[in-house]
């Protein structure tokens, strides 16, 4: 069992190693590769100040370990792809790489990727959380069938061609992920 903790991201204090993060070589997803930390700072200061949109950094027993950010799905790219938002969220989630040198954990994404969807069905009004991964991110779209999520079909976003997925409550506590109990 491992104790997995959530904290707003403070960018005087977390911007080195979410740069360091979202630039690394097996980030490409997350569209930033080639970003300087001012760009860094500059994106996260934007979601910062939005009021529909929060990044938190998660720990795990104690290490920061990934980036977690969610939602409204009402008031982003998204909204003209769902039928229905009342009680939706949506998430990203980015797991730290490996420290220089050091072998992946086996079933440590599990651990944190579970906690993240713990963490978002501890609120009451979410009903189902909303991904939106580049389709041919095929290592998260296994991951988010692991956890619940039915795949809807692909949709166009600005930035990609995006597999538009969802998942309630119940199909998470049913799903491989769902019965993993971590410590939030």
């Known amino acids: 069992m491992s104790d997995v903790r959530f904290e707003p991201l403070d960018l005087d204090r977390h911007l080195e190693l979410l740069h360091a993060w979202v630039t690394h070589p097996r980030s490409v997803y997350w569209e930033m590769q080639g970003a300087s930390v001012d760009d860094v700072r500059a994106e996260y200061a934007k979601i910062a100040a939005d009021p529909h949109h929060h990044a938190l950094i998660g720990t795990v027993d104690g290490t920061p370990a990934f980036l977690m950010e969610h939602y409204d799905?009402?008031?982003?790219?998204?909204?003209g792809h769902l039928v229905h938002t009342e009680g939706y969220v949506g998430m990203h989630v980015l797991v730290a790489p490996p420290a220089d040198g050091a072998e992946p954990v086996p079933g440590f994404t599990d651990v944190v990727f579970a906690a993240v969807m713990q963490h978002l069905f501890d609120d009451p009004d979410v009903t189902r959380v909303v991904v939106e991964p580049d389709a041919r991110n095929e290592a998260i779209r296994a991951k988010n069938v692991a956890a619940g999520f039915v795949e809807l079909g692909e949709v166009a976003l600005s930035t990609k061609?995006?597999?538009l997925s969802t998942c309630g409550r119940e199909a998470f506590a049913a799903s491989r992920l769902g019965g993993r109990h971590v410590t939030v």
């Not at 799905?73 to 909204?79: K, N, T, V």
């Open 73 to 79: 799905p009402a008031h982003s790219e998204l909204a």
């Open 161 to 163: 061609t995006a597999m």
